[in-house]
């Protein structure tokens, strides 16, 4: 059932703004993704391009689940690694609270965390270059869809298309 929004039609989830807005970096919009440790996409999520990052950082880890080998849901993971933009206090609040181990690095106006885990952050580059072959898929380079639901379900068709090629590598050797 669509929901009547300012005089228009609107599918139900979808954003006013249609997840697209001024950034720096121009009109668009971001992708809020959770790989694993070896890149693998487990959950994506779209905001407008001027929304901050830590305004998201909750919905998209409340959103993923890892089906664990004994059977066993898990919807907590040990570390997180996220970049500046996700430096802020009500962030690490979250993670605390859920016994999360923060990897973000501080921004110049704060003051330095001892415990900031260098080595791990490092290895941040891998949900980077997930993010980077996310958007040489056309359809998600450019946006072609209007909707911000649309261009989510896109983005979920995209991983797993990246499951089926990882499944197929792992039959041939």
Known sequence: MQR?????????????????????????????LVTDGNGVPLQVLASAGQRHECLFAEPVLTATEVHCANGRLRTRPRQVAGDKGYSYLAVRRYLRRRRIKPVI????DQKADPNFDRPTYRRRNVVERCVGWLKENRRLGTRHEKLAVSFTAMAKWAIVRRYFRILDSSDRT
């Open 4 to 32: 009547l929004v300012g005089g228009k039609n609107r599918p139900p989830g979808e954003v006013p703004d249609h997840a697209l807005g001024r950034s720096r970096g121009g009109f668009g919009t971001k992708l809020h």
């Open 105 to 108: 690095p501080t921004r110049k």
